[in-house]
């Protein structure tokens, strides 16, 4: 078993998330340069990786939920590491979530 990162919506009308997904390398896979193609569904993704780890280790300090092929949900850069108490990439207080545009509350005052 192979996993590759999608942003996509969870489920068929769920909120857009990150995700690692789980792909059966037997399906096909083909690499030109540094896309990979899978023959499942026509997609193009950044990369096949072994474990779910070398997944999240390629989000570096990515901050937001990314969803697991169990359905739970972990913060790469928390996973990472990079969430310490001298680490720069900390939250800058607890109760304030980073948005993104799209997220709902982005572009509220």
């Known amino acids: 078993m192979k996993y590759y990162l999608s942003y996509d919506h969870v489920g068929s009308h769920g909120p857009v998330q990150m995700q690692v997904i789980p792909y059966d ?8 340069g ?10 193009i993704v950044s ?11 390629d989000l570096g300090t990515y901050s937001k939920p990314t969803r697991l092929p169990d359905g739970s949900s972990v913060i790469p850069a928390a996973a990472n590491g990079y969430e310490r108490d001298d680490s ?9 979530q980073e948005l993104w545009p799209g997220d709902p509350g982005w572009g509220l005052v």
């Open 88 to 96: 720069p990439f900390q939250r800058w207080h607890p109760g304030v």
């Open 47 to 57: 990369g096949l990786f072994d474990t779910i780890k070398e997944a999240l280790a």
């Open 34 to 43: 540094k896309s990979t193609f899978l023959y499942h569904g026509s997609l």
């Open 25 to 32: 390398p037997s399906n096909g896979v083909r690499v030109v």
